[in-house]
């Protein structure tokens, strides 16, 4: 079955770093949206960014936006997560998805429209 891996994930004290990296196992992403998505204990997954598969569009909660980047490497099978001046609030786990899609534009963060995820990976801010 069609997988991706997340890595990157730590425990990281409020204002810090991190980068988080999404491989697949057994295929290529370059036909694919990604998408970040985060799971805080106690609530529901929501959509952090996406990445278009031809990577001219990204979409951001607007929670993240201008601390977060997406970005992927088509010709390294890998997309990318830049976490910069972390807050608590951005503890959870975080998963990497993939969107079968058409349409060279898309970007959604809607949970539903992703077809594959990986297992997650956590990420934890505190001081």
């Known amino acids: 079955q069609l997988q991706l891996v997340e890595s990157g994930g730590d425990l990281v004290q409020p204002g810090g770093s991190l980068r988080l990296s999404c491989a697949p196992s057994?295929?290529?992403?370059?036909?694919?949206?990604i998408g970040w998505f985060r799971q805080a204990p106690g609530k529901e997954r929501e959509g952090v960014s996406c990445?278009?598969?031809?990577?001219?569009?990204?979409n951001y909660a607007y929670s993240v936006k201008g601390r977060f980047t997406i970005s992927r490497d088509n010709a390294k099978n890998t997309v990318y997560l830049q976490m910069n001046s972390l807050k608590p609030e951005d503890t959870g786990v975080y998963y990497c998805?993939?969107?079968?899609?058409?349409?060279?534009?898309?970007?959604?963060?809607?949970?539903?429209?992703?077809?594959?995820w990986g297992q997650g990976t956590q990420v934890t801010v505190s001081s």
């Open positions: 057994g295929f290529t992403l370059d036909s694919y949206a």
């Open positions: 998805a993939a969107a079968l899609t058409g349409y060279y534009f898309y970007t959604s963060l809607a949970a539903g429209e992703y077809d594959y």
């Open positions: 990445i278009s598969s031809s990577g001219g569009f990204t």
